[in-house]
C-alpha cells in the first residue's frame, strides 16, 4: 500500500510539471508574440509613409542645395510627398514666409534680420534657424580676362565701391587694360547683395552702374559675354559654371587664396568671405505637417553629403547632431 502511495505522488508531480512547462511555454510563445506585435509597430511608425506638400522659398544661392534635398528626399525617403523650391531671394522669401499660411520654410544667405524676427513673434509663428553649410562669395571674371587673375581684398572693394572711383581697369593697378570695368552682382531681394554690401562694404554704397539681376543664371550669362565684367555670388554657381567664368583668387593679406570647399571654412584662409548659408523652419507648420519635420530632419541628416554635391562646404558632425536632436525632439 506504501509503494502505491509513492507511486501515485510521483505520477501526480510529473503531470504537474508537464502542466507548468505547457502554461511557461504558452505564456512565452504570448509574450514574444506581444513584444513581436509591439516590434512592428515602432518599425512602421519609423517607415510610415508621407503625404501632403512641403512649401520652401527664398535664397537663389541656397536653392541648388535645397532643390538637390528636395529630389533625394522624394526618390529615397517619401515618394508621396511633394517638396515644392522655390527661390524668389532670402529677403523676398521672408515676405512669403512670415504671413499667415506662409512658406514652410525660407532658405536664406544670412540671419534673420531683427524686424522680420519680431514680425514672426506678431503673427505668433515659431521660426526655427537650421545651419546647413558654409558658402564662400565667391568673385567672378571673363576668362578672357587675364589681368585680374588675383586681387586684393582692398581692389576689390575698391572696384565696387562708389566713393573709392575706379572706372576703368587701369584705375586698380597702373598695369591693367585701359577698359572700363563692368560690375554685376545679385539684386537686393538676395541675401548675397546684403552680406556684400553690409560685410564687405560696410554699408557703403556700390558703384552706380552696376548691373544688379534676380537670376543668378542671367548674371553667369552675363559675365561670360563681357571681357571686361567682374561680379559676385555664391561658390555653387561659379563650381557649375567653370566653363564659363573664372573665380578671382584673392590675397586677403598672407598670399592669394583661391575659393574651394578646403578653403571655404569659418576658420579657413577663405574666411573673410566665408558665410554660413541657412533655412529657416516654421515650427508651427511642423509640429502641424508631419511631412514638413520630416523633411526637416532628412535635410539635416543628408547636409554634408548635398553640401558637398552642390558645392557648399559641409558642416561638423557635431553640429548636424545637434540640430537633428532639436528636431526629433519637436514630435
Keep these: 500500500m506504501k509503494n502505491f502511495k509513492n507511486l501515485l505522488l510521483m505520477l501526480t508531480l510529473a503531470l504537474f510539471a508537464v502542466f507548468a512547462t505547457a502554461c511557461g511555454t504558452e505564456n512565452t510563445e504570448e509574450n514574444n508574440e506581444q513584444t513581436g506585435n509591439e516590434a512592428a509597430k515602432g518599425d512602421a511608425a519609423e ?180 571681357k571686361n565684367a567682374i561680379g559676385f555670388f555664391g561658390y555653387g554657381y561659379y563650381v557649375n559654371n567653370k566653363d564659363k567664368l573664372t573665380a578671382v583668387k584673392i590675397n586677403f593679406g598672407n598670399g592669394a587664396v583661391e575659393p574651394t570647399l578646403d578653403t571655404i571654412k569659418e576658420d579657413g584662409s577663405y574666411a573673410p568671405f566665408t558665410r554660413p548659408v541657412f533655412t529657416y523652419l516654421n515650427v508651427n507648420m511642423a509640429k502641424a505637417k508631419p511631412q514638413v519635420l520630416d523633411f526637416a530632419i532628412y535635410t539635416m541628416q543628408n547636409a554634408q553629403t548635398v553640401a558637398a554635391e552642390t558645392g557648399f562646404a559641409p558642416l561638423t558632425d557635431a553640429e548636424i547632431q545637434t540640430v537633428v536632436e532639436e528636431l526629433e525632439a519637436l514630435k
Design 47 to 226: 517607415t510610415a509613409e508621407l503625404e501632403g506638400s512641403v512649401v520652401v522659398d527664398g535664397s537663389g544661392t541656397v536653392y541648388p542645395f535645397m532643390a538637390k534635398s528636395a529630389e533625394d528626399y522624394m526618390t529615397e525617403a517619401q515618394e508621396n510627398v511633394s517638396v515644392e523650391v522655390s527661390r524668389a531671394g532670402t529677403s523676398a522669401g521672408f515676405k512669403k514666409f512670415l504671413v499667415e499660411d506662409g512658406t514652410d520654410f525660407n532658405n536664406a544667405s544670412r540671419k534673420i534680420k531683427d524686424e522680420e524676427a519680431a514680425t514672426a513673434q506678431d503673427l505668433g509663428i515659431e521660426v526655427k534657424e537650421l545651419k546647413v553649410a558654409l558658402d564662400g562669395l565667391t568673385i567672378v571674371i571673363n576668362p578672357e580676362n587675364d589681368w585680374a587673375t588675383e586681387l586684393t581684398q582692398q581692389e576689390i572693394i575698391d572696384i565696387f565701391l562708389a566713393s573709392a572711383g575706379k572706372k576703368n581697369w587701369s584705375d586698380v593697378r597702373a598695369d591693367f587694360p585701359n577698359e572700363p570695368i563692368k560690375t554685376y552682382g545679385p539684386n537686393e531681394n538676395h541675401g548675397t547683395y546684403e552680406f556684400f554690401f553690409e560685410k564687405i562694404l560696410d554699408e557703403q554704397d556700390l558703384v552706380g552702374d552696376i548691373n544688379l539681376q534676380q537670376e543668378y543664371s542671367t548674371l553667369v550669362d552675363l559675365v561670360s559675354k563681357d
